[in-house]
């Protein structure tokens, strides 16, 4: 393939590719060589815009990140706090798993979980989850696990479902929002 002609890339034009080129192939996959190729560019070009594959890493995760909070909160709007909200919310976390297969994962992964910037793309979302099991009254810390209870019926149907882990031929749909209910009816006792 022959280089691109000279144009000027911006840091949003190589996150776009690199997002695509996560879902296509993994975000584990993503190289500096990967993407140059897509982009029709010489891999050290890369390094005019950041610090090597981990600094696309680290922006690829906060752009998923972001692109999942965005995601969750549409979702979310005008539906009313408590089940209908969470319900919504992880409707559109799943949606986001199957059509984003590789930002879920730089989503799940940040390179550097001490990044401040990296941990507010992510305390957003959990900002949002908190917002909607409000109705429950739950105190500070028992909303936390209730976030990360969630999170973990939300990750792991979703991971099962990636890993071809549901073999019987029942509603994948309906078996998840069964799941996120029964998760429901207990955070009301």
Excluded: W
Excluded at 126 to 133: E, F
Excluded at 150 to 166: D, V, Y
Excluded at 167 to 179: F, I, M, N, P, V
């Amino acid at each position: 393939m022959s280089p691109r002609p000279k144009v000027a890339l911006d840091k949003t034009e190589i996150i776009m590719a690199a997002a695509e080129l996560a879902n296509e192939f993994g975000s584990e996959n993503v190289t500096l060589a990967l993407l140059a190729k897509k982009l029709r560019i010489k891999p050290p070009s890369l390094y005019n815009h950041f610090e090597g594959l981990p600094g696309i890493k680290r922006e690829l995760a906060i752009f998923s990140l972001e692109k999942l909070y965005r995601g969750l909160a549409t979702a979310a709007t005008g539906k009313h706090p408590g089940e209908e909200a969470v319900l919504a919310i992880s409707e559109s976390y799943l949606s986001f798993a199957r059509t984003n297969p590789g930002l879920y994962e730089s989503a799940l992964s940040a390179p550097d979980p001490a990044d401040t910037e990296v941990y507010y793309a992510g305390k957003k979302i959990v900002d949002l989850v908190v917002s909607t099991i409000e109705p429950f009254k739950l105190k500070e810390d028992s909303a936390i696990h209730a976030v990360r209870g969630l999170r973990s019926i939300m990750h792991g149907f979703a991971s099962l479902e990636q890993k071809g882990g549901f073999g019987l031929s029942l509603d994948l749909d309906e078996s998840y929002k069964q799941a996120v209910k029964a998760f429901l009816t207990g955070l009301k006792d």
